[in-house]
């Protein structure tokens, strides 16, 4: 099981920026895909953005499409997620997550998958 660790979350005014990382414990890190998933109070966690082993696809949720930006460097076994132009609605616990999966359409953490401990990331009006 790998071990991931999240940074970056805090406070921040809306349209500001935060960039989240979330360092992997294991090798090879560049075979898996990896993500951001997010869950707000009284809400079900969500999908945020995925991207592939190499780093040459990326996916997002509608949602944060043109505002976030996620990449990795996979000689550190680091993944990023740059977050600009952030909302209100944005406030929520951000999940790091490892060995996604693609089916139909949608990623999903799969039982063997990995998740980080969360970050909290709030946006004040």
């Known amino acids: 099981q790998v071990t991931l660790v999240e940074s970056g979350g805090g406070l921040v005014q809306a349209g500001g920026s935060l960039r989240l990382s979330c360092a992997a414990s294991?090798?090879?890190?560049?075979?898996?895909?990896m993500g951001w998933f997010r869950q707000a109070p009284g809400k079900e966690r969500e999908f945020v953005s995925a991207?592939?082993?190499?780093?040459?696809?990326?996916y997002y949720a509608d949602s944060v499409n043109d505002r976030f930006t996620i990449s990795r460097d996979n000689a550190k076994n680091t993944v990023y997620l740059q977050m600009n132009s952030l909302k209100p609605e944005d406030t929520a616990v951000y999940y790091c997550?490892?060995?996604?999966?693609?089916?139909?359409?949608?990623?999903?953490?799969?039982?063997?998958?990995?998740w980080g401990q969360g970050t909290q990331v709030t946006v004040s009006s």
């Open positions: 991207v592939t082993g190499s780093g040459s696809l990326t």
């Open positions: 294991e090798r090879p890190f560049s075979d898996y895909a």
């Open positions: 997550a490892g060995g996604l999966r693609l089916r139909g359409g949608s990623w999903y953490v799969p039982d063997y998958g990995d």
